[in-house]
């Protein structure tokens, strides 16, 4: 039995009146009194069609919050329900309620992994009350596979926006296929499915101290499915709608999605090093979605966030990259905006090389990571160019050319990964 001094007495208590359970579905939250609501009507809608005889839990496991979202959440009823032409559940629905005075989102996951080990739940979902168009249908898309088709890891696919996302569609998406071997494109999501047999392993590692972990769980436990070869599948959600207050700055972002990519590496190398080629995963619906909305965005202003951070860490730069990497990104800050070019190879190699740098500490790992935002925005801008008048499906073929050149470099990586570079003063 997994180790549950986390765990308080009371949740304890609430989990033993529960008993054993068929279906879990977890909601961390933080201030969601707007949104838990309606949260709570679309997983009861969709217990009471797709699940009406299964044992069912909703755990809210909240963060602090000062404006009565648990409370809402214990009073929350789906009006839906009621009004269903006769459709009646054979089972007990359950609610269970746990409460920090700060939660982490590795705190947070912890408490629901803990909850579908002890309660030997056999399909978990994660849902976030952030996303303001959650539906019923989503809890069902994320489930089934778990509980019906013997999936272990269900990763979602949305319909995305032309400039949303960037952060996985160039950089998360294409390294993890190439490094890791599947071709998962969402390992960033706050939507996710999972067994009860992941959620256990997952539990057992003795990583959840580790501040990747703490920051991004779900992008962890998609990543530790993929490399320990758990059977994995995509399923098509549709359009994702965020409230302004779930967004994190672009910062923030980076440093934490890079982050647990490397120290993802580090933990798994030897079961990536070996690997070649990626695989595709069963995708339940459309493997990708573009919407043709055009978002205004100050593409300028990015090139001179670029530009003028370049400049500024060009002396650490130098201590990352390999020369001719440096070479050709300085090269790409001293060009015309209008034709500044931040090709896909440039890029491969670019995070390749701090991907080894990062193994081989040539310096603090918090510093190194932060400055690789600005090389990021580089990239963000020569996307932004190039993609001001393509099509979905030119937008498409270019993110599966970015993927390929990932493969294509990747003993360059192991090579650089196995041999420490000089590091030049």
């Known amino acids: 039995m997994p180790e549950e001094s986390f765990l308080t007495d009371d949740l304890l208590r609430q989990f033993m ?19 838990i609501g309606h949260t709570v009507e679309e997983i009861e809608e969709s217990f009471q069609h797709e699940f009406p005889r299964e044992r069912v839990v909703i755990i809210n496991v909240d963060g602090g919050s000062q404006d009565g979202t648990s409370e809402i959440f214990l009073k929350a009823s789906s009006h839906k329900n009621s009004n269903s032409r006769g459709l009646t559940s054979l089972r007990t629905e359950h609610r269970v309620v746990t409460r920090y005075d700060t939660a982490s989102p590795g705190m947070a996951f912890k408490t629901l992994v803990a909850a579908a080990d002890l309660l030997r739940a056999k399909a978990c979902a994660v849902v976030s009350p952030g996303t303001s168009n959650l539906s019923a249908e989503w809890i069902g898309k994320l489930l089934r596979p778990a509980y019906l088709q013997n999936f272990d890891f269900v990763a979602p696919l949305y319909t995305r926006q032309r400039y949303d996302g960037l952060l996985v569609r160039i950089l998360l998406y294409p390294m993890t296929r190439a490094i890791f071997g599947r071709r998962i494109r969402e390992l960033h999501s ?4 999972f067994s009860g047999r992941l959620a256990s392993m997952c539990l057992s590692q003795d990583v959840w101290h580790e501040r990747t972990v703490q920051e991004l769980p779900e992008t962890w436990m998609a990543i530790t499915a993929i490399a320990s070869d758990f059977p994995c599948c995509q399923s098509y959600l549709g359009p ?6 779930s967004r994190t700055d672009i910062v923030t972002a980076v440093r934490q999605v890079l982050g647990t990519l490397f120290w993802c590496m580090e933990s798994y190398q030897p079961v990536w090093v070996q690997r070649t080629g990626s695989e595709s995963v069963p995708t339940f619906g459309p493997d990708h979605e573009i919407s043709e909305e055009r978002p205004n965005v100050n593409r300028e202003r990015i090139f001179e966030l670029f530009r003028s951070g370049v400049a500024e860490l060009s002396p650490i730069l130098k201590t990352i990259l390999a020369p001719d990497t440096n070479e050709a990104i300085q090269r790409v800050a001293t060009m015309d905006e209008r034709n500044a070019c931040f090709d896909n190879a440039l890029w491969t190699r670019t995070l390749y090389d701090f991907a080894a740098s990062y193994h081989h500490t040539t310096l603090n790992r918090d510093h190194l990571i932060q400055s690789f935002v600005p090389l990021y925005r580089g990239k963000v801008h020569s996307y932004l160019l190039q993609h001001e008048s393509s099509s979905a499906g030119e937008i498409e073929a270019d993110s599966e050319n970015l ?18 570079s000089e590091v030049k003063p």
């Open 17 to 35: 009146s529960v008993g054993e359970v068929d279906i879990l579905v977890g909601i961390p939250s933080h201030n969601h009194a707007e949104t």
């Open 190 to 193: 706050t939507e996710l499915g």
């Open 240 to 245: 994702k709608l965020r409230s302004p207050a």
């Open 403 to 420: 993927c390929l050149e990932f493969e294509r470099q990747k003993p360059y990586l192991v090579q650089r990964w196995k041999v420490q």
